[in-house]
């Protein structure tokens, strides 16, 4: 089996879908004549050439982070693109893998409906969604410290390999937890309370020099925006 992979990450070959994916393939490839080819669509100018292979693909598996509650810009475009399945087109099947930071899963499911409405639309078979969270630092954990993860992948390939079908069981482990309760979520809203939480996003705005313009709001006060923007750029 051939397995057409589109990873949707806007960090591509470096980002933590490329992680993930790594691990699922490994277990797809482990189980003997299979192959696979990856596009990425951070490469914008691809896009035309990425919707000829993936109307050609027999198997297509899209991996993506989400951003913002919903996909990457990146992927949006891309799917945008794609031209009304014609009779010329393989019936094939597609599934996905949507990997989060909050570590709940049911920020995802919206999407994941998406995705099934989709594959109904571009006239494919859906397989399903492998939904993770708690992946902000996957790409930079030791394998032991992201065993169970990682291993759930591997095992989640190799039973594609095998029969073409997404295991239901490791599905289902690999998204827990699907809400947050109990003492872990009384332990992140005094963390929330406490700013203890919001250290990794300022972190990341102080680095990109933007910490200062934190509570801009762009859209909701045009007039002002507009002034400082050409501000900006005078
Ligand atoms: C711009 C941006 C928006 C994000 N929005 C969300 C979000 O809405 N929900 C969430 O759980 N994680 C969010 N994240 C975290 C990413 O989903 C997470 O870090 C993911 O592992 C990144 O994968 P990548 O390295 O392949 O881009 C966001 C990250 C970025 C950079």
Known sequence: MKLTVFNGSPKGKKGNTQTLLDHFLSGFLSGGNHTCETFYLNEINGHEVNAINFSRAEHILMAMPLYHDSMPAVVKAFIEMLPSPSSHDVQGDIFFIIQSGFPEANHSRYLERYFKKLATRISRRYLGTIVKGGCNDISH??????????????????????????????????????????????????????????????????????????????????????????????
């Open 141 to 234: 954990r030791s394998d032991w410290m992201a065993k169970k993860i990682f291993k759930s992948l591997y095992g989640l390939g190799k039973f594609y390999g095998n029969g073409g079908s997404l295991d239901q069981k490791i599905l289902h482990q690999l998204a827990q937890p699907e809400t947050l309760k109990g003492v872990t979520l009384l332990f992140l809203k005094t963390g929330i309370k406490l700013g203890f939480m919001r250290s990794q996003f300022d972190r990341m705005l102080k680095k990109n020099r933007a910490y200062e313009r934190r509570f801009d709001k762009p859209f909701l006060d045009s007039k002002e925006h507009k002034v400082s923007s050409k501000q900006e750029h005078s």
